[in-house]
């Protein structure tokens, strides 16, 4: 497989920050990987992009082997940036569908295209088509929305997104600048409030 660099990677990574860090708060168990290989039983490994499994012990782990975990996946998700569209959009619904897996989608990062599917409510057939609303793919699954904004994929809880590290790290940046600087403008006016004091022949200190 052909390298596919920082496009792919940092969706990936921004996606599982985001998942990891909403479920932490609302305490519900997720396991979250990338391209970690995935075997079900009778057939080939595979490693899509994004994994998800609810309710289960997020520790390390070197594969998910169905057989040993007693489970399947929840979902997957693929992020295309280079190498087969046809795999990503069509033969991995096809597969996916056939392993029971109850949601899947894609995103094609260089034309900020997203798609999605799931399993029907009654067994058997395959995938049927995920149908956006206002933008937005709503996963059954996570309980959240998928979209691409601004050409990048972002989940969403309603209506405010869920952030990656790098944008909660910012987030906390500009509160922590924004205390700084309410700290300094009282600093100064507490200041300016002893001159003027002191001008009036007033002793800041006899002040309680």
Same mark, same amino acid.
């Given at each position: 497989?052909?390298?596919?660099?920082?496009?792919?990677?940092?969706?990936?990574?921004?996606?599982?920050?985001?998942?990891?860090?909403?479920?932490?708060?609302?305490?519900?168990?997720?396991?979250?990987?990338?391209?970690?290989?995935?075997?079900?039983? +009778?057939?080939?490994?595979?490693?899509? @992009?994004?994994?998800?499994?609810? @309710?289960?012990?997020?520790?390390?782990?070197?594969?998910?082997?169905?057989?040993? *975990? /007693?489970? /399947? %996946?929840?979902? $997957?998700?693929?992020?295309?940036?280079? /190498?087969?569209?046809? #795999?990503?959009?069509?033969?991995?619904? *096809?597969?996916?569908?056939? %392993?029971?897996?109850?949601?899947?989608?894609?995103?094609?990062?260089?034309?900020?295209?997203?798609?999605?599917? #799931?399993?029907?409510?009654?067994? +058997?057939?395959?995938? *049927?088509?995920?149908?956006?609303? /206002?933008?937005?793919?709503?996963?059954?699954?996570?309980?959240?929305?998928? $979209?691409?904004?601004?050409?990048?994929?972002?989940?969403?809880? +309603?209506?405010?997104?869920?952030?990656?590290?790098? =944008?909660?790290?910012?987030?906390?940046?500009?509160?922590? @600048?924004?205390?700084?600087?309410?700290?300094? =403008?009282?600093?100064?006016?507490? =200041? #300016?409030?002893?001159?003027?004091?002191?001008? %009036? +022949?007033? @002793?800041?200190?006899?002040?309680?």
């Amino acid at each position: 497989m052909v390298p596919e660099g920082d496009r792919h990677r940092i969706p990936k990574r921004a996606a599982i920050e985001a998942l990891e860090e909403y479920y932490r708060r609302i305490r519900r168990p997720i396991y979250l990987s990338a391209e970690l290989p995935v075997y079900y039983p +009778g057939e080939r490994m595979f490693a899509p @992009d994004l994994i998800a499994v609810l @309710d289960v012990e997020p520790h390390e782990r070197a594969s998910w082997i169905v057989s040993k *975990e /007693g489970r /399947g %996946l929840d979902l $997957a998700l693929e992020i295309h940036v280079a /190498g087969s569209y046809e #795999k990503d959009f069509v033969e991995n619904v *096809e597969r996916f569908a056939a %392993l029971g897996v109850p949601e899947y989608f894609a995103f094609d990062a260089s034309r900020g295209r997203l798609a999605g599917w #799931k399993l029907p409510q009654a067994r +058997g057939g395959g995938y *049927e088509p995920l149908m956006p609303q /206002g933008g937005r793919w709503y996963s059954g699954v996570l309980d959240l929305d998928l $979209a691409v904004e601004h050409g990048r994929l972002r989940f969403f809880h +309603g209506s405010a997104p869920l952030l990656d590290a790098h =944008e909660l790290i910012e987030q906390l940046s500009t509160m922590v @600048d924004e205390a700084i600087r309410r700290t300094q =403008e009282e600093s100064q006016r507490a =200041e #300016k409030f002893a001159a003027r004091l002191r001008e %009036l +022949g007033v @002793d800041p200190d006899d002040i309680s």
